[in-house]
């Protein structure tokens, strides 16, 4: 039961990231500048403090663009990561795979899926696919699937004593 619980709950990520890639641009530029706007009301009362001292203009759409492409690019990274992860723990804990076997697969999966989903979002309107966006992705996953490893060999310490 506990296989097909994590089978499906993989399943369940892939679709989670596949329904964020088919959002329409307007739509996720919303959600992303909604947390924008959050970070933005936290950190204006430093700005302004800061930039009269230095008597420097606060340029706030500039900051604010910049701010959003960096929570976009991490969500991307999170998504992929958590799937790195959860792909690790199906394949080393749920499947006969042989040994280093496994990792293969899974960067293999976690490559796939990244190009895969980038070529879907060439057909959202407002959307665009890059090659950053691909190493943004697997980069994630190679974090996630590191972050398992190091749990893993972490216990196995642990137990070892």
């Known amino acids: 039961m506990k296989k097909i619980f ?3 709950f993989v399943i369940f990520w892939m679709g989670f990231i596949y329904h964020n890639s088919a959002t329409i641009g307007d739509e996720s530029n919303k959600k992303s ?6 970070v933005d009301k ?6 302004i403090k800061n930039s009269i001292k230095e008597h420097k203009p606060i340029n706030k759409i500039e900051s604010n663009q910049k701010l959003n492409r960096i929570i ?19 394949l080393f804990l749920c499947s006969s795979i042989e040994g280093k076997h496994k ?10 899926y990244a190009v895969t989903d980038e070529f879907h979002q060439n057909f959202v309107q407002g959307r665009s696919s890059s ?19 190091s749990y893993k060999k972490v216990q196995q310490l ?4």
């Open 72 to 90: 976009r690019k991490n969500a991307h990274l999170f998504e992929y990561l958590v799937l790195g992860i959860l792909l690790c723990v199906v």
């Open 131 to 149: 090659v950053s966006d691909v190493l943004i992705d697997f980069s994630g996953s190679v974090f996630g699937i590191i972050i398992y490893l």
């Open 158 to 161: 642990k137990g070892g004593r």
């Open 33 to 38: 500048y909604s947390i924008v706007n959050k």
């Open 103 to 112: 990792l293969i697969y899974i960067l293999f999966i976690c490559l796939f």
């Open 42 to 47: 936290i950190k204006e009362n430093t700005e």
């Open 6 to 8: 994590m089978v499906l």
